[in-house]
């Protein structure tokens, strides 16, 4: 029992100072190799400590090891970008004047959804209010808001479609049928609802529509009075 508490401290130790060395951003925000290295960190600190027929000593030296390696791949991710970008990744631009681009958000295994929920986490309800969104190389959101993006979201807009496909709850909500919706589509164009990359409405009837490949648009539909 002692033996186990014993090596246990030493491995905490050994652990502790290589996590410190590699530096403030290695507790904040990862870049993906980063994230692989603290897992491995991890596993390797657990064998030496839970079994006693391995060597303390194998445990520190591999747990050194992967410093090294990281250091390595600091210095290339540092002094060439062409590295960087293969290593670390880059920013992916999901929504952009034109509106939300799906070839992004599908590179990063995303959906129009995943977008329109990492934006009213950012405190942007409507898709026509923000200029910019991307996704930095380490998994976080950033948004750029258009000015005046205040007025632009005077109604919480609902899904109507999403890639293709009604949300009956949704629809519901409008007090519409599925058939108004699709004479609306017409009118802009569109006969096949497959085509429909994301339409959104809010209460006061403004409507966000984009196509896939097509530049988003933003209509009324006349609603005589706000229906949320």
Same mark, same amino acid.
């Given at each position: 029992?002692?033996?186990?508490?014993?090596?246990?401290?030493?491995?905490?130790?050994?652990?502790?100072?290589?996590?410190?060395?590699?530096?403030?951003?290695?507790? $904040?925000?990862?870049?993906?190799?980063?994230?692989?290295?603290?897992?491995?960190?991890?596993?390797?600190?657990?064998?030496?400590?839970?079994?006693?027929?391995?060597?303390?000593?194998?445990?520190?030296?591999?747990?050194?090891?992967?410093?090294?390696?990281?250091?390595?791949?600091?210095?290339?991710?540092?002094?060439?970008?062409?590295?960087?970008?293969?290593?670390?990744?880059? +920013?992916?631009?999901?929504?952009? &004047?034109?509106?939300?681009?799906?070839?992004?958000?599908?590179?990063?295994?995303?959906?129009?959804?995943?977008?329109?929920?990492?934006?009213?986490?950012?405190?942007?309800?409507?898709?026509?209010?923000?200029?910019?969104?991307?996704? /930095?190389? %380490?998994?976080?959101?950033?948004?750029? +808001? &258009?000015?005046?993006? %205040?007025?632009?979201? &005077?109604?919480?807009?609902?899904?109507?479609?999403?890639?293709?496909?009604?949300?009956?709850?949704?629809? %519901?909500?409008?007090?519409?049928?599925?058939?108004?919706?699709?004479?609306?589509?017409?009118?802009?164009?569109? /006969?096949?609802?497959?085509?429909?990359?994301?339409?959104?409405?809010?209460?006061?009837?403004?409507?966000?529509?984009?196509?896939? $490949?097509? &530049?988003?648009?933003?209509?009324?539909?006349?609603?005589?009075?706000?229906?949320?």
């Amino acid at each position: 029992m002692g033996l186990i508490f014993f090596r246990t401290i030493i491995i905490f130790i050994a652990t502790l100072i290589v996590m410190r060395l590699m530096g403030k951003r290695q507790i $904040g925000e990862m870049q993906p190799y980063e994230l692989v290295i603290t897992l491995i960190i991890a596993d390797l600190a657990c064998i030496p400590m839970a079994d006693n027929s391995i060597p303390l000593l194998y445990g520190v030296i591999a747990i050194l090891t992967i410093y090294f390696l990281h250091q390595i791949i600091c210095l290339i991710d540092l002094n060439f970008a062409k590295a960087k970008a293969i290593v670390s990744g880059v +920013p992916s631009v999901v929504l952009n &004047k034109n509106g939300i681009d799906d070839t992004q958000l599908k590179k990063n295994n995303l959906d129009v959804s995943d977008l329109i929920e990492s934006l009213r986490v950012e405190g942007y309800f409507a898709l026509d209010a923000v200029q910019y969104a991307l996704y /930095e190389a %380490e998994g976080t959101f950033s948004a750029l +808001p &258009k000015a005046g993006y %205040e007025e632009m979201q &005077k109604s919480l807009p609902i899904v109507l479609v999403d890639e293709g496909k009604f949300d009956e709850k949704n629809i %519901e909500l409008t007090q519409k049928d599925k058939k108004y919706y699709l004479d609306v589509l017409k009118k802009q164009g569109c /006969e096949d609802i497959e085509r429909v990359l994301v339409m959104t409405v809010d209460g006061n009837g403004k409507v966000y529509f984009q196509q896939k $490949g097509e &530049k988003y648009k933003v209509f009324e539909l006349g609603w005589e009075k706000a229906l949320w």
